[in-house]
């Protein structure tokens, strides 16, 4: 079975930064992309953020581009998200999921409060 | 960036209605496009890939049509279950943008 397990959500001020972390089992991690997807407070969902099964090609939303960083590690069946010069709409729920023609399975997502 | 714009906004509807919603594309993405289902304070879920592809495990009422620019969801018989927000997402080319959402109420 399909396990993806987020972590590394909290609390952070404006212009911090926070790594979150995405442990994928069940599946050969190597041979997916990965996604983050994130909701805010009320709102509807977005993409972030995606990573091809090598890490060799990255992508971004234009809201996150130049202060978010993807990458993952095969070796740990990890995905990662680096968010730095955090703002207050970025805060959110922040979701990984693997892509299978787009995101298919998806974990239980971590929240993620940018706030003073 | 290509826009998703999905309608309605929200509806009601009785248990055993038929229901549609509807996805638009700004520029044609063949058929990359999935729905998903969202219950409140959970994870989505899929429900359709490539358009029309039942997600396994997913109900037969629920069907996917469309390609190019038009897209829409169905569920044939509205069931207590299907009480839920409902997101288009294309993954034709990167940003991959999600249309707004379709909360469907009970009637």
């Known amino acids: 079975e399909v396990q993806l397990l987020e972590s590394g959500g909290g609390l952070v001020q404006p212009g911090g930064s926070l790594r979150l972390s995405c442990a994928a089992s069940?599946?050969?991690?190597?041979?997916?992309?990965m996604s983050w997807v994130r909701q805010a407070p009320g709102k509807g969902l977005e993409w972030v953020s995606g990573?091809?099964?090598?890490?060799?090609?990255?992508y971004y939303a234009d809201s996150v581009k130049g202060r978010f960083t993807i990458s993952r590690d095969n070796s740990k069946n990890t995905l990662y998200l680096q968010m730095s010069s955090l703002r207050a709409e970025d805060t959110a729920v922040y979701y990984c999921?693997?892509?299978?023609?787009?995101?298919?399975?998806w974990g239980q997502g971590t929240t993620v409060t940018v706030s003073s | 960036d290509i826009q998703m714009t999905q309608s309605p906004s929200s509806l009601s509807a009785s248990v055993g209605d038929r229901v549609t919603i509807t996805c638009r594309a700004s520029?044609?993405?063949?058929?990359?496009l999935g729905w998903y289902q969202q219950k409140p304070g959970k994870a989505p879920k899929r429900l359709i890939y490539?358009?029309?592809s039942l997600q396994s495990g997913v109900p037969s009422r629920f069907s996917g049509s469309g390609s190019g620019t038009e897209f829409t969801l169905t569920i044939s018989s509205l069931q207590p279950e299907d009480f839920a927000t409902y997101y288009c997402?294309?993954?034709?080319?990167?940003?991959?943008?999600f249309g707004q959402g379709s909360k469907v109420e009970i009637k």
């Open positions: 490539v358009a029309s």
């Open positions: 520029q044609g993405i063949r058929n990359d």
């Open positions: 069940g599946f050969t991690f190597s041979n997916y992309g």
């Open positions: 990573i091809s099964g090598s890490g060799g090609s990255t």
């Open positions: 997402l294309q993954y034709n080319s990167y940003p991959w943008t």
């Open positions: 999921a693997e892509q299978n023609y787009g995101p298919d399975v």
